[in-house]
């Protein structure tokens, strides 16, 4: 006889480290906005403090400013790169030969 477990509604099953989808069930709640432990050392948290004490803002917020900042510095570094490859690739020659002058 085969055991299913019963799943209520709003809930998915989620496979899991152990390979079972029947056997780990995952609540959509914890699908958005999940909550996210940051392990710190006394250097950072001393920067995370004054921070937010300085702009007004949580400890939370200051992390979650600082990571979209570096992820759109980090999409706008390709972008840089991506345009400079072209321009090289389109008006290569010509910089050059204006540098040899």
């Known amino acids: 006889m085969v055991v299913v477990p019963r799943i ?4 998915r099953p989620l496979t899991c480290w152990a390979h079972r989808p029947a056997e780990c069930v995952v609540s959509n709640q914890y699908r958005v906005g999940m909550a996210l432990t940051v392990r710190t050392d006394a250097e950072l948290e ?30 706008h570094a390709a972008a840089v790169q991506d345009s400079s490859s072209r321009m090289i690739a389109k008006w290569g020659d010509v910089l050059q030969r204006l540098g040899s002058v």
Not at 8 to 11: D, E, K, L, N
Request: aromatic share 2%; proline share 3%.
């Open 46 to 75: 001393k920067a995370l403090t004054a921070l937010a004490a300085s702009e007004g803002a949580s400890r939370q917020e200051i992390i979650r400013r600082a990571v979209l900042e570096r992820y759109e510095r980090a999409g």
């Open 8 to 11: 209520s509604p709003g809930v």
